[in-house]
């Protein structure tokens, strides 16, 4: 069956970096465009980031623009997201979710990983 | 950005209730339009793409409709497992957005 397991959550200073990591089981990886989105504490869901299925295409949100970076290895099953110059407001639960449609970023979400928590804070 | 606004942002129901979430995008999206159920604690688990397409395995008492920039979802008789937010996703344009959920409370 499909599984994501995201990983690397935890706390940190404001300005630091963190490299969360993603890994993907039950599926052809290399054939799928894979997403980052985030939730603060309480709040919504907001969309963070995704790279194609070949690692030559990536998007992301105005908010992490410049400062997160989305990568892949698809030998080892893995999507990552490194995290630099991080902010109170980066605070959230991170989730990767798999894009619905294999060559492509068509979306939306088909399956999601269970999740890890960043917090941020001095 | 592309504003994705859901209505209510909370409603009471009882089981058996047919209970309706609309979620209006601020310009046309064609029919990249997504719906997703998140229970406290736990991801969010797709529902519908495409406005009206069920995910695998997702109960026909779930439906999507809608066109343009105003899009329903309606649950036809609502069960105990159907007490979640709902939330609405655009994808036709970068960045995606989301709607800012729909709690179903009893």
């Known amino acids: 069956q499909v599984q994501l397991v995201e990983s690397g959550g935890g706390v940190v200073q404001p300005g630091r970096s963190l490299r969360l990591s993603c890994a993907a089981s039950?599926?052809?990886?290399?054939?799928?465009?894979i997403h980052w989105v985030r939730q603060a504490p309480g709040k919504g869901l907001e969309w963070v980031a995704v790279?194609?299925?070949?690692?030559?295409?990536?998007f992301y949100a105005d908010s992490v623009k410049g400062r997160f970076t989305i990568s892949r290895d698809n030998p080892k099953n893995t999507l990552y997201l490194q995290m630099n110059s991080l902010r109170l407001e980066d605070t959230a639960v991170y989730y990767c979710?798999?894009?619905?449609?294999?060559?492509?970023?068509?979306?939306?979400?088909?399956?999601w990983g269970q999740g890890t928590l960043i917090t941020v804070s001095s | 950005d592309i504003q994705m606004t859901q209505s209510p942002s909370s409603l009471s129901a009882s089981v058996g209730d047919r209970v309706t979430i609309t979620c209006r995008a601020s310009?046309?999206?064609?029919?990249?339009l997504a719906w997703f159920q998140q229970k406290p604690g736990k991801a969010p688990k797709s529902l519908i793409y495409?406005?009206?397409n069920l995910q695998n395995g997702v109960p026909s008492r779930f439906s999507g409709s809608g066109s343009g920039t105003d899009f329903t979802l309606t649950i036809s008789s609502l069960q105990p497992e159907d007490f979640a937010t709902y939330f609405c996703?655009?994808?036709?344009?970068?960045?995606?957005?989301f709607g800012q959920g729909t709690k179903v409370e009893i």
């Open positions: 996703l655009q994808y036709s344009t970068y960045p995606w957005t």
């Open positions: 310009q046309g999206i064609s029919n990249y």
């Open positions: 495409a406005i009206f």
């Open positions: 039950g599926f052809t990886f290399s054939n799928y465009a």
């Open positions: 790279m194609s299925f070949d690692g030559n295409n990536e």
């Open positions: 979710a798999r894009d619905q449609v294999v060559y492509a970023i068509r979306g939306p979400f088909d399956y």
